[in-house]
């Protein structure tokens, strides 16, 4: 990760440590995020200035997290962590452009020259890929297959068990739906219906348009699916295991921002209805 697309063919671009300084001048980069996956799966991230990014910090790593305070990674006693950013997954994240930012995924280090986090997940897929070729083989491939529901809106009531626990979806194309000026799907009627009851291929085209353009993970196919109301599907393409995992993390934070800008809520999860 990343890719560009020349002439119909998939090629891998790499970043040095020197390009990617100099791609944070040239493109006016005010701001780095550091991100990182833990053990739940979630994306957390820190914010540095641009300006106080050094290639030293780029080499030697960022000691920037307290590991006691993410699921799993240390304890309170033992939890000076770095973050250790990797040049090939720079990318300039589109939507903030009041303050340019860009990403930068990071590898997990123990504080005081220790050594890799075994609880890394990255580092777990490294690892995995390190014992494939120690197995003889070259290299295993990996496609996620990833889909996703977006909703209108959702409500919950969960922390007043007194009163009641409820939640509630609203979407225009959920059969439910009551404000008669849609075209509601019937129920598991949603395996790509064209416009205009798929009302989110819109949304779904500046996802791709982003995975593709800014962050370099390819799509090659977008389509509404089967549950009722807002499940998609967005085609990525197959990659060595960390490029992979990168991606579909990539990926679920794409999904989420964009519909956060267009006033939705994105979620993951496998089957909220049918």
Not at 5 to 14: C, D, E, F, N, W
Not at 224 to 239: M, P, R, S
Request: proline fraction near 6%.
């Amino acid at each position: 990760m990343p890719y560009k697309v020349s002439h119909g063919k998939a090629i891998q671009v790499t970043y040095s440590p020197d390009e990617v300084f100099a791609r944070i001048q040239h493109e006016g980069i005010q701001f780095i995020d550091l991100q990182f996956t833990g053990l739940t799966g979630r994306f957390h991230h820190t914010t540095i200035s641009a300006i106080t990014f050094t290639p030293e910090q780029m080499r030697d790593g960022l000691p920037k997290l307290d590991g006691s305070s993410i699921i799993g990674f240390a304890n309170v006693d033992d939890s000076d962590l770095i973050l250790k950013p990797d040049p090939n997954t720079f990318a300039i994240i589109p939507w903030m452009t009041e303050n340019k930012t860009a990403r930068l995924l990071c590898d997990i280090y123990w504080g005081g020259d220790r050594g890799r986090l075994s609880r890394d997940p990255r580092g777990i897929s490294q690892k995995a890929e390190e014992y494939v070729k120690s197995q003889g083989f070259d290299y295993s491939a990996w496609g996620p297959e990833v889909e996703f529901f977006v909703f209108d809106k959702v409500h919950w009531d969960v922390l007043t068990p007194y009163k009641g626990q409820s939640y509630s979806i609203e979407s225009k194309e959920a059969p439910w739906n009551n404000e008669g000026t849609g075209y509601p799907m019937g129920l598991q009627e949603g395996y790509y219906p064209s416009t205009p009851s798929d009302t989110l291929t819109p949304f779904r085209n500046e996802c791709v348009n982003i995975l593709n353009n800014d962050f370099g993970i390819l799509c090659d196919n977008h389509h509404h699916e089967v549950a009722t109301a807002g499940q998609c599907e967005i085609d990525i393409k197959y990659d060595y295991m960390t490029n992979a995992a990168d991606a579909a993390q990539s990926y679920k934070y794409v999904i989420k921002n964009v519909a956060q800008k267009y006033g939705k809520v994105a979620t993951m999860m496998p089957k909220p209805i049918a």
